[in-house]
Structures are given as structure tokens and as C-alpha cells.
């Protein structure tokens, strides 16, 4: 499977979906997979569809990480406040700041 591959597949959820937005991350995003890598799916909309989230993993017959925008950025910050209050330094590699650097946004 190819990145082109999941573009495709993913351009389906676009018809049952509104009012989200769609990527790939990870390996298949850099073009590092191998026979043995999941897919990242990076999805920004309302967290609380799980039914996206169920749907999506369906239309793939390999494993997949379905990734919220929501919920990585709401736990970044809330690591990034504990980090400022104790004076530690800022994890600029953290996932979400990972995901969103990465992302290919369909």
C-alpha cells in the first residue's frame, strides 16, 4: 500500500462525513513504511464520532491508528503547562507537534 492507496480510500469518508478534515501521518506520510507499518490517520473534527473513527478503520485491511486533533492538542497543552509551572523545558517533539508537522492533510 502506497500513500496514493490511502488518499483514495480515505476520499470515501468525505462522502458519508462533513465538517472534518482528514490526513495520514506517520510513515506512510514520510514514506517509510514497510511491510509491518499501521496507518496513521490524523483526523480533525468532533472527537466524540466515533462512528468516523469505526468507519474508517473498516475501509483498511491493515492495522490503523486514528489520531484526534482535539484530544492530541488538549493533552500537549496540558504537558506544556506542567512543564512551564515546574520549569521544565517544552517538548518540541512531542505527538502532536509531530503529527501536525507531518501531516498530509487530504
Request: proline letters at 1%.
Amino acid at each position: 500500500m502506497k500513500l496514493d492507496d490511502i488518499i483514495q480510500i480515505l476520499k470515501q469518508v468525505y462522502t458519508k462525513y462533513d465538517n472534518i478534515k482528514l490526513g495520514v501521518a506517520g510513515s506512510y506520510a514520510n514514506g517509510t513504511q514497510t511491510s509491518s507499518s499501521d496507518v496513521d490517520i490524523v483526523i480533525d473534527g468532533d472527537s466524540m464520532q466515533v462512528d468516523i473513527m469505526e468507519y474508517i478503520k473498516s475501509l483498511f485491511k491493515i492495522t490503523v491508528d486514528v489520531l484526534w486533533v482535539d484530544l492530541m492538542k488538549e493533552e500537549d497543552e496540558k504537558l506544556d503547562k506542567f512543564a512551564l509551572d515546574n520549569n521544565l523545558p517544552i517538548n518540541e517533539y512531542s505527538v502532536y507537534k509531530t503529527v501536525m508537522q507531518e501531516v498530509k492533510w487530504i
